[in-house]
Every structure is written in C-alpha cells, then in structure tokens.
C-alpha cells in the first residue's frame, strides 16, 4: 500500500512539474510571438510604452475599443441622453530604433434615447449626427516618465498637427498599470467662437489572464453641449472596454455601425490610406 501511495504521489509531483513547465513555455511562447518582436523600436521600448501601445492598439491585428455611457446636463445632473460608440486601432512599430511608433484610428459615437437605448437621429426637430472621426494618426514618445501623443487629425484645408505638451502619466498599482490623460482644450473655430472643454482619461491596463477584462477605460468631459441639443453644458461619462474581434460588440452596437457606419469597423489599413482621406472631404458629423 506504501508502494502504490509513493507512486501516486510521485505521479502528482511529476504531473505538477509538468504543467508548471508547459505554463512557463506558454507563457515564453506567448511573449516571443509579439509581431515586431525583432524590430530595434520594439526590443528598446520600454515596459510602460510597450504596455500603453500594445493595450492601446493591439499587436498588428485591428482591435476595438467599446464604450458606453451617459450625457448628464449640468448642473443640475439630469440624465438627456446616453452615448454609445467604438473606436478600431492598429499599430506601425518602425524598423529604427528611434522612429515613430505609429498608431492608425478611427472612431464614432451616437447618442441614444436615456429611456431605450436606442439611437436618436432628430432631437427637437434638430438633425442629430453621430460623431465621427474618419481617422487620428497618432505618434508616441517616452519623455520624462510620461507617454506623448501627438495627433495628426482632419482632412481638406482642416489637417491638424496636434503636439502633445503635457505627456500622460503612469503609476503602476499592484501589477496594474494606471495611465492618466487630463485633456484641456481651448482653441478658435472657423465661426469665430472659442472651443474650450476639459476630457480626462483613466486606462487601467491589467496583466493578460489576471482578470476576464484586461483593458478598461473611464472616460469624463466637460463642455457645451451639441447645437442641436440646445444652450448649456454637459457631463458625460463613457467607460470603455476592449475587444478583439466585431463577433464581441454588444449587438446593438454591432448593428447600428454595420448600418451607418461600415467603414469604421476597421481601421486605417496605413498611412497612404489617411493621406488619400486627407485629400477629400468632411463627412456629415466628421471630427474635422
């Protein structure tokens, strides 16, 4: 009986050892695999760049960002709508160990009924359009313990170049990493009027396997509201989450951009791509 209850317990350890193993070589496999595993940009960023990009904007493959929320008038706090939307993101790390770590995007977002989701297209005989940015081209940088993104933005006469002056801060929190991103916005608009708002984001950027959803944003602004809503200013709070593939969209979602807005559904195949788009011209409800 001691016989057979030693190789039982020899069996176990073995066994033990054995998935201990195939864990770590899954786990080696899954960190070599990276796309731009042999590029000089990739191999000497370091670790808060490579978190933030590869959380941000994926490995190579398009993946989404879903977000979901509510646009609450101010101050009294009344709910007027709530929003929906996604955004779908690429990445381009260079050759060149100092070249720009280029992430390629697009995003839209509609505003819905505060009682039934569903998504609103007249408010008070005014046309509502969805939000909708054909596509960002976006740099980033390591300077001073913060992460830069300038932002290259728009199409006709209205291309921006957008350099980031106040680089967003890391900390980390156990294993998590915590990026914030305080955006104050105050420039002319072709009308005359001053744009002015104030957008902040959390990302909380979690280990791969430690939680069901590793990539979480919470996302607030501060501004007036639409011209078809009205006078005033508004809050609005989205959080957000990200996805792999369009099979994970919450279906309402998935409809309505299939429906209205297909082409945001990928992003910017490249860079050629966003210089013919810059060519053309604005949409309706185009993020100029």
Known sequence: MRLISSLFLAFFIFMGCKDEKQLETQKEEKEVLHPSQDKKSYKHAPEPLKTWVNARAGTGKPVHWIAE?????????????????????????????????????????????????????????????????????????????????????????????????????????????????????????????????????????????????????????????????GDGHAIIQLYSWRVESHEEFPSNLLNWAKEVKPKWLNPPKDVAEIRALQKGKAGAGWGR
């Open 69 to 229: 929320g509510s646009v609450y008038e101010y101050p009294s706090g009344k709910k007027l709508f709530g929003m929906i939307g996604f955004d779908s993101s690429t990445i381009i790390w260079p050759e060149e160990e100092n070249g720009k770590i280029t992430h390629l995007t697009r995003k839209t977002f509609a505003y819905t009924d505060p009682e039934t989701g569903e998504v609103i297209t007249e408010y008070n005989g005014n046309k509502v359009e969805p939000i909708a940015y054909p596509y960002q081209m976006i740099t980033y940088r390591l300077e001073n313990n913060k992460i830069f993104g300038d932002v290259e933005q728009g199409v006709g006469e209205r291309v921006q170049q957008i350099k980031a002056k106040e680089g967003i801060p890391y900390r980390k929190m156990g294993n998590t990493f915590v990026y914030n991103a305080s955006v104050f916005l105050d420039f002319p608009l072709p009308s005359g009027t001053q744009y002015q708002a104030w957008e902040n984001y959390d990302f909380f950027i979690h280990p791969e396997a430690t939680v069901e959803e590793p990539h979480q944003m919470s996302w607030q602004r501060y501004g007036k509201l639409p011209k078809w809503a």
